[in-house]
Protein backbone atom coordinates (compact mmCIF):
# COMPACT_ATOMS: atom_id res chain seq x y z
CA UNK A 1 0.00 0.00 0.00
CA UNK A 2 2.91 2.33 0.89
CA UNK A 3 4.14 1.98 -2.69
CA UNK A 4 0.65 2.62 -4.01
CA UNK A 5 0.39 5.89 -1.99
CA UNK A 6 4.00 7.29 -3.17
CA UNK A 7 3.01 6.51 -6.85
CA UNK A 8 -0.50 8.51 -6.59
CA UNK A 9 1.63 11.44 -5.00
CA UNK A 10 4.08 11.70 -7.84
CA UNK A 11 1.58 10.84 -10.36
CA UNK A 12 -0.90 13.97 -9.11
CA UNK A 13 1.32 16.96 -10.07
CA UNK A 14 2.77 15.77 -12.95
CA UNK A 15 -0.32 14.70 -14.80
CA UNK A 16 -2.01 18.37 -14.83
CA UNK A 17 1.30 19.20 -16.96
CA UNK A 18 0.45 17.54 -20.02
CA UNK A 19 -0.91 18.92 -22.91
CA UNK A 20 -5.07 18.20 -23.15
CA UNK A 21 -5.43 15.53 -25.53
CA UNK A 22 -1.71 13.75 -25.26
CA UNK A 23 -2.66 9.93 -25.36
CA UNK A 24 1.07 8.96 -26.10
CA UNK A 25 1.61 6.15 -22.84
CA UNK A 26 4.13 7.51 -21.06
CA UNK A 27 5.70 5.47 -17.94
CA UNK A 28 8.09 6.73 -15.28
CA UNK A 29 9.65 3.97 -12.39
CA UNK A 30 10.95 5.22 -9.43
CA UNK A 31 13.22 2.85 -7.94
CA UNK A 32 14.80 3.52 -4.40
CA UNK A 33 18.37 2.07 -4.54
CA UNK A 34 19.90 3.15 -1.44
CA UNK A 35 18.08 4.32 1.70
CA UNK A 36 19.52 6.08 5.07
CA UNK A 37 16.25 6.21 6.52
CA UNK A 38 16.83 9.49 7.84
CA UNK A 39 13.96 11.42 5.62
CA UNK A 40 11.23 10.23 3.71
CA UNK A 41 11.69 9.13 0.50
CA UNK A 42 8.75 10.12 -1.71
CA UNK A 43 9.63 14.07 -1.99
CA UNK A 44 13.01 12.71 -3.72
CA UNK A 45 10.83 10.15 -5.95
CA UNK A 46 8.53 13.14 -7.22
CA UNK A 47 11.04 15.73 -8.01
CA UNK A 48 13.42 12.99 -9.71
CA UNK A 49 10.10 11.90 -11.87
CA UNK A 50 9.77 15.51 -12.52
CA UNK A 51 13.53 15.87 -13.58
CA UNK A 52 12.93 13.25 -15.89
CA UNK A 53 9.96 14.28 -17.58
CA UNK A 54 11.73 17.16 -17.87
CA UNK A 55 15.27 16.70 -19.69
CA UNK A 56 12.92 13.93 -22.25
CA UNK A 57 11.43 14.50 -25.33
CA UNK A 58 8.18 14.38 -23.93
CA UNK A 59 5.72 17.22 -24.26
CA UNK A 60 5.92 17.94 -20.53
CA UNK A 61 4.98 21.46 -19.57
CA UNK A 62 6.90 21.58 -16.17
CA UNK A 63 9.01 20.98 -14.19
CA UNK A 64 7.47 20.29 -10.78
CA UNK A 65 8.63 20.05 -7.19
CA UNK A 66 7.37 18.61 -4.23
CA UNK A 67 8.12 19.55 -0.41
CA UNK A 68 7.21 18.13 2.61
CA UNK A 69 6.16 20.94 5.77
CA UNK A 70 6.76 19.77 9.10
CA UNK A 71 5.75 22.68 12.05
CA UNK A 72 8.22 22.41 14.97
CA UNK A 73 7.60 24.65 17.86
CA UNK A 74 6.20 27.04 15.72
CA UNK A 75 8.57 27.30 13.17
CA UNK A 76 7.81 25.67 9.47
CA UNK A 77 10.36 23.26 8.51
CA UNK A 78 11.00 22.03 4.65
CA UNK A 79 11.68 18.28 4.35
CA UNK A 80 11.90 17.31 7.92
CA UNK A 81 13.41 14.18 9.53
CA UNK A 82 11.67 11.32 9.94
CA UNK A 83 12.53 12.31 13.71
CA UNK A 84 11.99 15.48 13.33
CA UNK A 85 7.99 14.56 11.99
CA UNK A 86 7.21 13.06 15.18
CA UNK A 87 7.50 16.47 17.23
CA UNK A 88 5.65 18.04 14.47
CA UNK A 89 1.67 19.17 14.76
CA UNK A 90 1.81 19.25 11.06
CA UNK A 91 2.68 16.93 7.98
CA UNK A 92 1.70 18.39 4.71
CA UNK A 93 3.50 17.37 1.42
CA UNK A 94 2.97 19.85 -1.17
CA UNK A 95 3.53 20.27 -4.89
CA UNK A 96 3.27 22.31 -7.90
CA UNK A 97 5.04 24.13 -10.56
CA UNK A 98 6.73 27.81 -9.90
CA UNK A 99 2.92 29.51 -11.15
CA UNK A 100 1.31 28.01 -7.87
CA UNK A 101 0.64 24.36 -6.10
CA UNK A 102 -0.86 21.65 -7.84
CA UNK A 103 -1.30 18.80 -5.02
CA UNK A 104 -1.43 19.22 -1.49
CA UNK A 105 -2.13 15.86 0.68
CA UNK A 106 -1.58 15.98 5.05
CA UNK A 107 -2.30 15.94 8.24
CA UNK A 108 -2.94 18.15 10.71
CA UNK A 109 -3.08 18.18 14.92
CA UNK A 110 -6.32 20.23 14.97
CA UNK A 111 -4.59 22.97 13.02
CA UNK A 112 -6.22 26.55 12.22
CA UNK A 113 -6.92 27.58 8.44
CA UNK A 114 -4.78 30.40 8.68
CA UNK A 115 -2.07 28.31 9.72
CA UNK A 116 -2.23 25.88 7.30
CA UNK A 117 -2.43 28.59 4.08
CA UNK A 118 0.70 29.73 5.77
CA UNK A 119 2.13 26.30 5.70
CA UNK A 120 1.29 26.00 2.13
CA UNK A 121 3.14 29.36 1.15
CA UNK A 122 5.88 28.29 2.93
CA UNK A 123 6.08 24.85 0.87
CA UNK A 124 5.52 27.24 -2.46
CA UNK A 125 8.64 29.21 -1.54
CA UNK A 126 10.56 26.25 -0.52
CA UNK A 127 10.59 24.39 -4.24
CA UNK A 128 11.64 27.61 -6.00
CA UNK A 129 15.62 25.80 -5.05
CA UNK A 130 14.89 22.40 -6.31
CA UNK A 131 12.66 24.03 -9.57
CA UNK A 132 15.59 26.07 -10.49
CA UNK A 133 18.24 22.95 -10.21
CA UNK A 134 15.93 21.16 -12.89
CA UNK A 135 15.53 24.12 -15.29
CA UNK A 136 19.78 24.07 -15.00
CA UNK A 137 19.63 20.05 -15.87
CA UNK A 138 17.54 20.54 -18.81
CA UNK A 139 19.57 23.72 -19.95
CA UNK A 140 22.76 20.56 -19.80
CA UNK A 141 21.23 17.38 -20.65
CA UNK A 142 18.07 18.08 -22.14
CA UNK A 143 16.43 16.93 -25.70
CA UNK A 144 14.45 18.70 -27.80
CA UNK A 145 10.51 18.05 -26.67
CA UNK A 146 8.59 16.50 -29.68
CA UNK A 147 5.57 18.33 -31.59
CA UNK A 148 2.03 17.56 -30.26
CA UNK A 149 -0.95 18.76 -32.19
CA UNK A 150 -4.24 17.44 -30.70
CA UNK A 151 -6.70 15.81 -33.28
CA UNK A 152 -8.65 17.88 -35.32
CA UNK A 153 -12.06 18.43 -35.56
CA UNK A 154 -13.94 19.92 -38.69
CA UNK A 155 -15.12 22.90 -37.47
CA UNK A 156 -18.70 23.03 -39.42
CA UNK A 157 -18.97 19.66 -37.80
CA UNK A 158 -18.40 21.00 -34.54
CA UNK A 159 -20.57 24.41 -35.22
CA UNK A 160 -23.86 21.96 -35.93
CA UNK A 161 -23.21 19.22 -33.32
CA UNK A 162 -22.50 22.06 -30.55
CA UNK A 163 -25.98 23.95 -32.40
CA UNK A 164 -27.80 21.09 -32.24
CA UNK A 165 -26.97 19.25 -28.80
CA UNK A 166 -26.21 23.00 -26.38
CA UNK A 167 -29.90 23.40 -25.99
CA UNK A 168 -30.76 19.36 -24.84
CA UNK A 169 -27.29 19.35 -22.59
CA UNK A 170 -28.67 22.42 -21.21
CA UNK A 171 -32.27 21.43 -20.06
CA UNK A 172 -30.67 17.93 -18.89
CA UNK A 173 -28.60 19.46 -16.71
CA UNK A 174 -31.41 21.34 -14.95
CA UNK A 175 -32.77 17.76 -13.73
CA UNK A 176 -31.22 17.62 -10.16
CA UNK A 177 -31.65 13.92 -9.60
CA UNK A 178 -28.40 12.09 -10.59
CA UNK A 179 -29.47 9.19 -12.34
CA UNK A 180 -32.57 10.77 -14.29
CA UNK A 181 -29.95 13.73 -15.15
CA UNK A 182 -27.42 10.86 -16.91
CA UNK A 183 -30.46 9.05 -18.60
CA UNK A 184 -31.23 12.75 -20.25
CA UNK A 185 -27.70 13.47 -21.15
CA UNK A 186 -27.53 9.71 -22.75
CA UNK A 187 -30.56 10.67 -24.44
CA UNK A 188 -29.13 13.65 -25.86
CA UNK A 189 -25.86 12.05 -27.25
CA UNK A 190 -28.17 9.08 -29.02
CA UNK A 191 -30.18 11.61 -30.97
CA UNK A 192 -27.29 13.28 -31.94
CA UNK A 193 -25.17 9.83 -33.15
CA UNK A 194 -28.53 8.94 -34.84
CA UNK A 195 -28.72 12.51 -36.47
CA UNK A 196 -24.77 12.90 -37.39
CA UNK A 197 -23.36 9.75 -37.76
CA UNK A 198 -25.97 6.44 -38.18
CA UNK A 199 -26.67 7.84 -41.94
CA UNK A 200 -22.95 8.20 -42.94
CA UNK A 201 -22.14 5.08 -45.62
CA UNK A 202 -18.30 5.29 -44.86
CA UNK A 203 -17.37 3.36 -42.28
CA UNK A 204 -14.05 5.09 -41.55
CA UNK A 205 -15.87 8.06 -41.75
CA UNK A 206 -18.61 7.58 -39.86
CA UNK A 207 -16.45 6.19 -36.92
CA UNK A 208 -14.38 9.37 -37.02
CA UNK A 209 -17.71 11.31 -36.49
CA UNK A 210 -18.48 9.62 -33.94
CA UNK A 211 -15.11 9.76 -32.37
CA UNK A 212 -15.65 13.62 -32.70
CA UNK A 213 -19.12 13.72 -31.77
CA UNK A 214 -18.12 12.06 -28.56
CA UNK A 215 -15.84 14.60 -28.03
CA UNK A 216 -17.91 18.04 -28.59
CA UNK A 217 -20.58 16.26 -26.78
CA UNK A 218 -18.15 16.38 -23.61
CA UNK A 219 -16.87 19.77 -24.55
CA UNK A 220 -20.60 21.15 -24.30
CA UNK A 221 -21.49 19.69 -21.38
CA UNK A 222 -18.54 20.70 -19.64
CA UNK A 223 -19.00 24.22 -21.09
CA UNK A 224 -22.74 24.46 -20.06
CA UNK A 225 -22.38 23.01 -16.37
CA UNK A 226 -19.54 25.71 -15.99
CA UNK A 227 -21.51 29.04 -17.42
CA UNK A 228 -24.39 27.81 -15.18
CA UNK A 229 -22.73 28.28 -12.19
CA UNK A 230 -20.42 31.78 -12.85
CA UNK A 231 -23.10 33.35 -14.52
CA UNK A 232 -26.39 32.51 -12.37
CA UNK A 233 -24.28 30.92 -8.84
CA UNK A 234 -26.82 28.10 -9.24
CA UNK A 235 -25.49 24.60 -9.52
CA UNK A 236 -26.79 21.39 -11.21
CA UNK A 237 -28.90 20.11 -8.72
CA UNK A 238 -30.42 23.68 -7.63
CA UNK A 239 -27.97 24.32 -4.55
CA UNK A 240 -25.96 27.72 -4.25
CA UNK A 241 -22.48 27.40 -4.05
CA UNK A 242 -22.06 27.32 -0.30
CA UNK A 243 -24.84 24.58 0.21
CA UNK A 244 -24.47 21.45 1.55
CA UNK A 245 -26.45 18.77 0.67
CA UNK A 246 -29.71 17.32 2.84
CA UNK A 247 -27.57 15.23 5.67
CA UNK A 248 -29.05 12.02 7.52
CA UNK A 249 -27.41 9.72 10.06
CA UNK A 250 -28.16 7.12 12.05
CA UNK A 251 -25.78 4.48 15.04
CA UNK A 252 -26.31 1.01 16.11
CA UNK A 253 -27.75 -0.39 12.95
CA UNK A 254 -25.84 -3.68 13.30
CA UNK A 255 -26.58 -5.53 16.63
CA UNK A 256 -23.24 -7.82 16.61
CA UNK A 257 -21.02 -5.18 15.52
CA UNK A 258 -18.79 -3.09 17.87
CA UNK A 259 -19.92 -0.18 16.32
CA UNK A 260 -21.92 1.08 13.53
CA UNK A 261 -23.17 4.19 11.98
CA UNK A 262 -24.43 5.23 8.19
CA UNK A 263 -23.84 8.71 6.96
CA UNK A 264 -25.88 9.89 4.17
CA UNK A 265 -25.64 13.40 1.95
CA UNK A 266 -27.44 13.56 -0.89
CA UNK A 267 -26.58 10.59 -3.25
CA UNK A 268 -23.84 9.44 -1.51
CA UNK A 269 -24.22 7.16 1.88
CA UNK A 270 -21.87 5.48 3.59
CA UNK A 271 -21.97 2.26 6.45
CA UNK A 272 -18.79 3.01 8.67
CA UNK A 273 -18.13 -0.33 10.82
CA UNK A 274 -15.83 -0.47 14.15
CA UNK A 275 -14.35 -3.70 15.13
CA UNK A 276 -12.06 -3.83 18.50
CA UNK A 277 -8.87 -5.97 18.79
CA UNK A 278 -6.10 -6.95 21.41
CA UNK A 279 -2.90 -6.22 20.71
CA UNK A 280 -2.75 -9.67 18.89
CA UNK A 281 -4.63 -7.69 15.75
CA UNK A 282 -2.10 -4.99 15.14
CA UNK A 283 -1.16 -4.67 11.35
CA UNK A 284 2.48 -5.58 11.50
CA UNK A 285 3.71 -3.63 8.04
CA UNK A 286 7.70 -4.34 6.64
CA UNK A 287 8.45 -0.73 5.48
CA UNK A 288 11.64 1.22 4.44
CA UNK A 289 12.10 2.10 7.43
CA UNK A 290 11.53 -1.10 9.51
CA UNK A 291 8.54 -2.93 11.03
CA UNK A 292 5.44 -0.53 11.25
CA UNK A 293 3.19 -1.66 13.89
CA UNK A 294 -0.35 -0.11 13.53
CA UNK A 295 -3.02 -0.09 16.14
CA UNK A 296 -5.49 1.71 14.28
CA UNK A 297 -6.58 0.38 10.69
CA UNK A 298 -8.88 2.08 7.99
CA UNK A 299 -10.37 -0.14 5.26
CA UNK A 300 -12.57 1.62 2.05
CA UNK A 301 -14.56 -0.50 -0.07
CA UNK A 302 -15.96 1.33 -3.32
CA UNK A 303 -17.91 -1.40 -4.92
CA UNK A 304 -19.31 -1.10 -8.73
CA UNK A 305 -22.57 -0.88 -7.91
CA UNK A 306 -22.29 1.97 -5.90
CA UNK A 307 -22.46 4.35 -9.35
CA UNK A 308 -24.58 1.69 -10.72
CA UNK A 309 -21.83 -0.47 -12.82
CA UNK A 310 -20.16 -3.68 -12.99
CA UNK A 311 -16.81 -4.82 -12.38
CA UNK A 312 -14.59 -6.83 -10.61
CA UNK A 313 -14.60 -7.35 -6.87
CA UNK A 314 -11.40 -8.10 -5.17
CA UNK A 315 -8.21 -6.69 -3.96
CA UNK A 316 -7.98 -2.74 -2.84
CA UNK A 317 -7.79 -0.37 -6.15
CA UNK A 318 -5.22 2.49 -6.28
CA UNK A 319 -7.92 4.92 -5.46
CA UNK A 320 -9.86 2.96 -2.78
CA UNK A 321 -6.23 2.79 -0.96
CA UNK A 322 -5.76 6.23 -1.58
CA UNK A 323 -9.41 7.27 -0.08
CA UNK A 324 -9.16 5.01 2.30
CA UNK A 325 -5.09 6.03 3.63
CA UNK A 326 -6.82 10.26 3.76
CA UNK A 327 -9.89 9.05 6.08
CA UNK A 328 -7.50 7.09 8.49
CA UNK A 329 -5.69 10.23 8.38
CA UNK A 330 -8.49 12.44 9.71
CA UNK A 331 -9.58 10.49 11.98
CA UNK A 332 -6.14 9.21 13.83
CA UNK A 333 -5.87 12.65 15.44
CA UNK A 334 -8.82 12.13 17.57
CA UNK A 335 -8.23 8.41 18.43
CA UNK A 336 -7.38 8.00 22.38
CA UNK A 337 -3.59 6.87 23.33
CA UNK A 338 -3.35 3.23 23.56
CA UNK A 339 -2.33 3.84 27.20
CA UNK A 340 -5.69 5.14 27.94
CA UNK A 341 -7.75 2.47 25.37
CA UNK A 342 -5.60 -0.49 25.28
CA UNK A 343 -7.29 -1.72 21.72
CA UNK A 344 -6.67 -1.79 18.40
CA UNK A 345 -9.38 -0.25 15.99
CA UNK A 346 -9.83 -1.43 12.24
CA UNK A 347 -12.77 1.05 10.71
CA UNK A 348 -14.32 -0.63 7.58
CA UNK A 349 -16.09 1.78 5.63
CA UNK A 350 -18.80 0.77 2.67
CA UNK A 351 -19.79 3.25 0.31
CA UNK A 352 -23.46 1.88 -0.80
CA UNK A 353 -23.63 4.93 -3.28
CA UNK A 354 -21.50 7.41 -4.50
CA UNK A 355 -22.51 10.62 -5.66
CA UNK A 356 -19.42 13.06 -5.06
CA UNK A 357 -16.81 12.63 -1.91
CA UNK A 358 -16.94 9.57 -0.59
CA UNK A 359 -14.24 9.56 1.49
CA UNK A 360 -15.58 12.69 3.38
CA UNK A 361 -18.60 10.70 3.88
CA UNK A 362 -16.18 7.54 5.25
CA UNK A 363 -14.85 10.05 7.91
CA UNK A 364 -18.14 10.57 9.02
CA UNK A 365 -19.32 7.62 9.04
CA UNK A 366 -16.44 6.65 10.91
CA UNK A 367 -16.74 8.94 13.24
CA UNK A 368 -20.54 7.72 14.18
CA UNK A 369 -19.32 4.32 14.17
CA UNK A 370 -16.52 5.04 16.79
CA UNK A 371 -19.01 7.20 18.91
CA UNK A 372 -21.91 4.11 19.47
CA UNK A 373 -18.49 1.74 19.95
CA UNK A 374 -17.74 3.46 23.05
CA UNK A 375 -14.29 4.83 22.36
CA UNK A 376 -12.99 7.82 24.08
CA UNK A 377 -12.09 10.09 20.99
CA UNK A 378 -10.84 13.39 21.70
CA UNK A 379 -13.23 15.31 19.17
CA UNK A 380 -15.60 14.79 16.66
CA UNK A 381 -14.64 15.09 13.32
CA UNK A 382 -16.52 15.76 9.78
CA UNK A 383 -14.78 16.05 6.25
CA UNK A 384 -16.18 18.02 3.10
CA UNK A 385 -14.91 18.04 -0.15
CA UNK A 386 -14.58 21.80 -2.28
CA UNK A 387 -14.49 22.45 -5.64
CA UNK A 388 -13.65 25.47 -8.08
CA UNK A 389 -14.78 26.48 -11.57
CA UNK A 390 -13.14 29.49 -12.61
CA UNK A 391 -12.97 31.37 -15.89
CA UNK A 392 -10.40 34.18 -16.62
CA UNK A 393 -11.82 36.49 -13.75
CA UNK A 394 -14.92 34.53 -13.20
CA UNK A 395 -14.21 32.43 -9.52
CA UNK A 396 -17.00 30.43 -8.06
CA UNK A 397 -15.86 28.02 -5.18
CA UNK A 398 -18.29 24.83 -4.31
CA UNK A 399 -18.97 23.55 -0.73
CA UNK A 400 -19.70 20.18 -0.84
CA UNK A 401 -19.13 18.78 -5.06
CA UNK A 402 -21.24 16.32 -6.94
CA UNK A 403 -19.57 13.56 -8.48
CA UNK A 404 -19.73 15.69 -11.49
CA UNK A 405 -18.67 18.90 -10.50
CA UNK A 406 -15.53 17.18 -9.53
CA UNK A 407 -15.07 15.60 -13.11
CA UNK A 408 -16.33 19.40 -14.64
CA UNK A 409 -14.37 21.48 -11.97
CA UNK A 410 -11.02 22.48 -11.82
CA UNK A 411 -10.36 21.61 -8.23
CA UNK A 412 -10.78 18.68 -5.73
CA UNK A 413 -9.86 19.99 -2.26
CA UNK A 414 -11.05 17.81 0.63
CA UNK A 415 -10.59 19.63 4.66
CA UNK A 416 -11.36 17.01 7.55
CA UNK A 417 -11.30 18.49 10.67
CA UNK A 418 -13.09 19.18 14.13
CA UNK A 419 -14.33 22.31 15.25
CA UNK A 420 -10.95 22.99 16.57
CA UNK A 421 -8.87 22.72 13.32
CA UNK A 422 -8.07 20.72 10.44
CA UNK A 423 -7.01 17.03 10.92
CA UNK A 424 -6.42 16.29 6.84
CA UNK A 425 -6.75 17.16 3.76
CA UNK A 426 -6.36 16.43 -0.12
CA UNK A 427 -5.93 19.34 -2.74
CA UNK A 428 -5.75 18.25 -6.67
CA UNK A 429 -5.53 21.06 -9.33
CA UNK A 430 -6.61 20.39 -12.15
CA UNK A 431 -5.35 23.81 -14.46
CA UNK A 432 -2.10 25.55 -14.33
CA UNK A 433 -2.73 26.97 -10.82
CA UNK A 434 -4.84 28.81 -8.03
CA UNK A 435 -4.18 32.10 -6.32
CA UNK A 436 -3.59 31.26 -2.73
CA UNK A 437 -6.71 33.89 -2.54
CA UNK A 438 -8.55 31.05 -3.92
CA UNK A 439 -7.17 28.77 -1.37
CA UNK A 440 -7.86 30.80 1.73
CA UNK A 441 -11.76 31.04 0.57
CA UNK A 442 -11.72 27.54 -0.07
CA UNK A 443 -10.85 26.74 3.64
CA UNK A 444 -13.17 29.64 5.14
CA UNK A 445 -16.27 28.03 3.35
CA UNK A 446 -15.36 24.57 4.32
CA UNK A 447 -14.82 25.58 7.55
CA UNK A 448 -18.16 26.95 7.87
CA UNK A 449 -19.47 23.34 5.95
CA UNK A 450 -17.33 21.11 8.17
CA UNK A 451 -19.27 22.88 11.09
CA UNK A 452 -22.45 22.36 9.58
CA UNK A 453 -21.69 18.67 9.11
CA UNK A 454 -21.30 18.19 12.52
CA UNK A 455 -23.88 19.52 13.95
CA UNK A 456 -25.73 17.39 11.97
CA UNK A 457 -23.93 14.46 13.10
CA UNK A 458 -24.12 15.21 16.96
CA UNK A 459 -28.27 15.50 16.87
CA UNK A 460 -28.41 11.58 16.34
CA UNK A 461 -25.04 11.46 19.24
CA UNK A 462 -22.64 13.76 20.26
CA UNK A 463 -20.12 11.90 22.74
CA UNK A 464 -18.92 8.44 22.92
CA UNK A 465 -21.25 5.68 24.48
CA UNK A 466 -20.35 4.56 28.26
CA UNK A 467 -19.47 1.52 27.76
CA UNK A 468 -18.41 -0.81 24.56
CA UNK A 469 -20.35 -2.90 23.00
CA UNK A 470 -21.20 -6.40 25.18
CA UNK A 471 -19.87 -8.52 21.73
CA UNK A 472 -16.24 -6.38 22.10
CA UNK A 473 -13.67 -7.87 24.32
CA UNK A 474 -12.71 -5.97 28.06
CA UNK A 475 -8.97 -5.41 27.97
CA UNK A 476 -7.76 -5.01 31.74
CA UNK A 477 -4.24 -3.72 31.99
CA UNK A 478 -1.74 -4.32 34.98
CA UNK A 479 1.45 -3.69 35.29
CA UNK A 480 4.31 -5.87 36.87
CA UNK A 481 7.97 -4.88 37.70
CA UNK A 482 10.06 -5.93 34.19
CA UNK A 483 11.90 -8.19 35.93
CA UNK A 484 8.82 -10.44 36.71
CA UNK A 485 7.93 -10.97 32.60
CA UNK A 486 10.07 -13.79 32.25
CA UNK A 487 8.56 -15.75 35.26
CA UNK A 488 4.87 -15.05 33.72
CA UNK A 489 5.92 -15.95 30.39
CA UNK A 490 8.03 -19.39 31.37
CA UNK A 491 9.88 -21.29 29.73
CA UNK A 492 9.27 -21.81 26.26
CA UNK A 493 6.24 -20.00 26.61
CA UNK A 494 5.02 -22.60 28.73
CA UNK A 495 3.19 -20.64 31.97
CA UNK A 496 1.36 -18.23 29.40
CA UNK A 497 0.33 -20.79 27.56
CA UNK A 498 -0.82 -22.58 30.57
CA UNK A 499 -3.16 -19.17 31.95
CA UNK A 500 -4.55 -18.75 28.56
CA UNK A 501 -5.60 -22.55 28.09
CA UNK A 502 -7.24 -22.06 32.01
CA UNK A 503 -8.79 -18.89 31.36
CA UNK A 504 -9.82 -18.79 27.31
CA UNK A 505 -7.79 -15.26 27.68
CA UNK A 506 -5.98 -13.22 25.41
CA UNK A 507 -2.44 -11.66 27.37
CA UNK A 508 0.11 -8.88 25.37
CA UNK A 509 3.26 -8.52 27.66
CA UNK A 510 5.03 -5.42 26.79
CA UNK A 511 8.91 -5.70 27.98
CA UNK A 512 7.69 -2.85 30.20
CA UNK A 513 6.24 -4.87 32.28
CA UNK A 514 2.48 -3.63 31.38
CA UNK A 515 0.17 -6.78 30.96
CA UNK A 516 -2.98 -6.58 28.93
CA UNK A 517 -5.62 -9.07 29.68
CA UNK A 518 -8.88 -9.42 27.07
CA UNK A 519 -11.88 -11.46 27.53
CA UNK A 520 -15.44 -11.32 26.60
CA UNK A 521 -15.81 -13.05 30.03
CA UNK A 522 -14.96 -10.33 33.18
CA UNK A 523 -14.41 -13.49 35.46
CA UNK A 524 -12.22 -15.54 33.08
CA UNK A 525 -10.09 -12.02 33.00
CA UNK A 526 -10.23 -11.79 36.59
CA UNK A 527 -8.94 -15.52 37.10
CA UNK A 528 -5.99 -14.33 35.06
CA UNK A 529 -4.83 -11.46 36.93
CA UNK A 530 -5.17 -13.57 40.00
CA UNK A 531 -2.77 -15.95 38.35
CA UNK A 532 -0.43 -13.54 37.15
CA UNK A 533 -0.57 -11.36 40.61
CA UNK A 534 0.14 -14.95 42.50
CA UNK A 535 3.39 -15.51 40.20
CA UNK A 536 4.74 -11.67 40.27
CA UNK A 537 3.76 -11.54 43.96
CA UNK A 538 7.09 -11.06 46.47
CA UNK A 539 7.11 -12.81 49.94
CA UNK A 540 6.73 -9.97 52.83
CA UNK A 541 8.61 -10.39 56.29
CA UNK A 542 6.30 -11.64 58.55
CA UNK A 543 3.34 -12.76 56.50
CA UNK A 544 2.06 -15.96 57.07
CA UNK A 545 1.39 -18.22 53.91
CA UNK A 546 0.36 -21.82 52.73
CA UNK A 547 2.96 -23.36 51.46
CA UNK A 548 3.82 -27.25 50.14
CA UNK A 549 7.12 -28.96 50.06
CA UNK A 550 8.97 -29.08 47.25
CA UNK A 551 12.07 -30.88 48.00
CA UNK A 552 13.64 -32.28 51.35
CA UNK A 553 17.14 -31.80 52.43
CA UNK A 554 19.38 -33.14 55.31
CA UNK A 555 19.02 -29.42 56.53
CA UNK A 556 15.64 -28.91 56.20
CA UNK A 557 12.66 -28.64 53.82
CA UNK A 558 12.27 -26.28 50.54
CA UNK A 559 8.54 -24.62 50.52
CA UNK A 560 6.82 -23.29 47.65
CA UNK A 561 5.15 -20.28 49.64
CA UNK A 562 4.48 -18.61 45.93
CA UNK A 563 4.45 -19.20 42.74
CA UNK A 564 7.34 -19.68 41.26
CA UNK A 565 9.01 -18.60 45.05
CA UNK A 566 10.25 -21.16 47.52
CA UNK A 567 11.85 -20.78 50.49
CA UNK A 568 14.00 -22.37 53.06
CA UNK A 569 12.50 -24.20 56.18
CA UNK A 570 15.68 -25.23 58.20
CA UNK A 571 15.77 -27.85 60.24
CA UNK A 572 16.03 -25.57 63.49
CA UNK A 573 12.45 -23.69 62.39
CA UNK A 574 10.44 -26.78 61.95
CA UNK A 575 9.49 -27.14 65.82
CA UNK A 576 10.81 -26.04 69.40
CA UNK A 577 11.77 -29.72 69.91
CA UNK A 578 15.00 -30.98 68.40
CA UNK A 579 14.57 -33.26 65.46
CA UNK A 580 16.86 -35.77 64.29
CA UNK A 581 15.66 -36.39 60.61
CA UNK A 582 13.03 -34.02 58.51
CA UNK A 583 11.09 -36.76 57.46
CA UNK A 584 10.04 -37.16 61.12
CA UNK A 585 7.62 -34.15 60.57
CA UNK A 586 7.43 -33.65 57.01
CA UNK A 587 7.05 -35.00 53.62
CA UNK A 588 7.45 -33.74 50.07
CA UNK A 589 3.96 -32.67 48.85
CA UNK A 590 2.46 -31.40 52.57
CA UNK A 591 1.22 -28.17 52.92
CA UNK A 592 1.51 -26.44 55.98
CA UNK A 593 1.41 -22.75 56.98
CA UNK A 594 4.81 -20.86 57.50
CA UNK A 595 5.96 -17.15 58.64
CA UNK A 596 8.63 -14.87 56.26
CA UNK A 597 11.30 -14.25 58.95
CA UNK A 598 13.70 -12.70 56.28
CA UNK A 599 14.46 -11.59 52.64
CA UNK A 600 17.91 -11.24 51.94
CA UNK A 601 19.40 -8.77 48.85
CA UNK A 602 19.37 -11.62 46.68
CA UNK A 603 15.97 -12.65 47.43
CA UNK A 604 16.34 -15.61 49.34
CA UNK A 605 13.19 -16.48 51.48
CA UNK A 606 14.15 -17.74 55.13
CA UNK A 607 10.88 -19.24 56.88
CA UNK A 608 9.67 -20.79 60.06
CA UNK A 609 7.06 -22.94 61.25
CA UNK A 610 7.87 -23.47 64.92
CA UNK A 611 7.05 -19.86 64.96
CA UNK A 612 3.76 -20.44 64.79
CA UNK A 613 3.55 -23.28 67.14
CA UNK A 614 2.79 -22.54 70.61
CA UNK A 615 5.80 -23.21 72.94
CA UNK A 616 5.92 -26.46 74.95
CA UNK A 617 5.54 -25.87 78.80
Known sequence: NMATLNARMIDRPIRPCFPEGYRQETQVVATTLSYDGTYPIDILASIGASAALHISDVP???????????????????????????????????????????????????????????????????????????EELRSK?????????????????????????APKIAAALGIREKLARYDALDAALKEAEAKFVEGVEDKDEAAKKSKDLGTIFGDVKYKSARDLVLNTKVRIDGRSTTDIRPIACEVALLPRAHGSGLFTRGETQVLGTVTLGTGDDEQFIDALQGVIKKKFMLHYNFPPYCVGETGRMGGQSRREIGHGFLAERAIQAVLPDFEKFPYVVRIVSEVFESNGSSSMGTVCSGILALLDAGVPIKGNVAGIAMGLIKEGDK??????????????????????????????????????????????????????GRNHILGKMEEVITTPRGEISEYAPRIETIQIKPEKVREVIGAGGKVIKGIIEETGVKINIEDDGKIHIASTDPEAAKRAIAIINDICAEAEVGKVYKGK???IMDFGAFVEVLPGNQGLLHISEIAHERIRNVTDVLNEGDVLDVKVLDVDRAGRIKLSRKALLDKPH
Request: hydrophobic fraction near 45%; glycine fraction near 8%; proline fraction near 2%.
Open 60 to 134: FNGPTSAVQVGRINGQFVANPSTEQLTESDLDIVVAGTKNGLLMVEGECQFVSEADVLAALKFGHESMMPSLKAQ
Open 141 to 165: AGKEKREFVAAQIDSSFANQVTEFL
Open 395 to 448: VAVLSDILGDEDHLGDMDFKVAGTRDGITALQMDIKIDSISFDIMETALSQAHQ
Open 549 to 551: VVK
